[in-house]
C-alpha cells in the first residue's frame, strides 16, 4: 500500500470536488477527506447515494458537504459552467478536484463494441473530465496549492485485450494529465497526477472480474493515504505523475 500517514487536520479548510462521491472509491474519498478536515462537494448521478454520504459526514460532526447532483454522460458545457459559478459563489475556491466517475463499457473485441458504447465511454471517461477540469480552472487558481487527481488504471498504461474503450479512454486521460501538469508546471500553483487504485473491492471491479473472490482485494478505505497524500501540501511538488495506490 502507498506509505503515507496523514495528519488528522491535513485538509482543514481546503474545498474538494468528487465525482462519483455516492459509491465505491468516490465515496471512500469523500469520507476520508471530510474525516481530515476538507469541506467535499460531492458529485454523482444518483442523488439517493449522494444524500446518504452527506448524511454519513453531518453524522460524523465534519464540516458540512455540498450536493451537487450531475450526471457525467448527458452534462453539457453549460452544466459545469453553472456549477463553477455556483461553487465560486459559496467557497471562492477549489483546493482539489478528484476525477473518480468511470464508465467500463463491453469488455470485448475491439471488432465488436457497438458506436454507441465507445462514445458513453469515451463521455464520461474523457470528456467530462475535461470539460469539468476546464471550467474549475479559476477556482484552482483561486486556491493557494490545488490538486487535480485522474483516476487512471493499469489499461490505461498497457493496453490488454478485451478492455476496449476502456482502455483507451484511460490512456486519454493519462495524456490530457500529462498536458494538464506540463501546462501548469512553473506557470501557476496547480499540480496534475494520475493515481491507479490497483485492484479494490468494488461493484465496478466485480462487474470486470465476475470470477474473482472480492475479499481478496482490500476495501476502497484501505487505498485512502495515496488520496490524502496528492490532495494535502506535502504533494506539492509532485506534478505530472502516474502513480500507484497499491
Not at 501546462?183 to 465496478?204: F, Y
Request: one cysteine or more.
Amino acid at each position: 500500500m502507498f506509505d503515507y500517514t496523514a495528519p488528522a487536520d491535513l485538509l482543514k479548510d481546503r474545498v474538494i470536488l468528487i465525482t462519483g462521491a455516492g459509491d465505491g472509491i468516490g465515496r471512500a474519498c469523500a469520507l476520508s477527506c471530510a474525516a481530515h478536515g476538507a469541506t467535499v462537494v460531492l458529485v454523482g448521478r444518483t442523488p439517493s447515494k449522494l444524500e446518504a454520504v452527506y448524511d454519513e459526514i453531518e453524522a460524523a460532526g465534519h464540516p458540512q458537504p455540498a450536493l451537487c447532483p450531475l450526471n457525467l454522460e448527458t452534462a453539457l458545457e453549460k452544466d459545469y459552467e453553472d456549477l463553477a459559478d455556483q461553487l465560486f459563489d459559496t467557497f471562492g475556491k477549489l483546493d482539489g478536484l478528484v476525477h473518480n466517475a468511470a464508465e467500463l463499457g463491453p469488455r470485448t473485441l475491439m471488432d465488436t463494441v457497438r458506436a454507441d458504447a465507445w462514445l458513453k465511454v469515451m463521455q464520461v471517461n474523457v470528456n467530462a473530465p475535461f470539460l469539468l477540469t476546464k471550467t474549475m480552472m479559476p477556482l484552482l487558481r483561486a486556491a493557494p496549492d490545488a490538486s487535480v487527481v485522474l483516476l487512471s488504471s493499469s489499461v490505461g498504461r498497457k493496453g490488454r485485450a478485451y478492455w476496449g474503450p476502456y482502455a483507451v479512454s484511460k490512456f486519454a486521460v493519462e495524456g490530457l494529465m500529462q498536458t494538464l501538469a506540463d501546462e501548469q508546471d512553473g506557470t501557476s500553483e496547480i499540480r496534475v497526477n494520475t493515481l491507479n487504485p490497483g485492484a479494490t473491492r468494488t461493484k465496478m471491479r466485480s462487474k470486470a472480474y465476475p470470477n474473482e473472490p472480492a475479499e481478496n482485494n482490500p476495501e476502497p478505505s484501505a487505498i485512502m493515504p495515496a488520496f490524502l497524500y496528492l490532495l494535502g501540501p506535502d504533494s506539492r511538488d509532485t506534478n505530472g505523475q502516474a502513480l500507484d495506490a497499491q
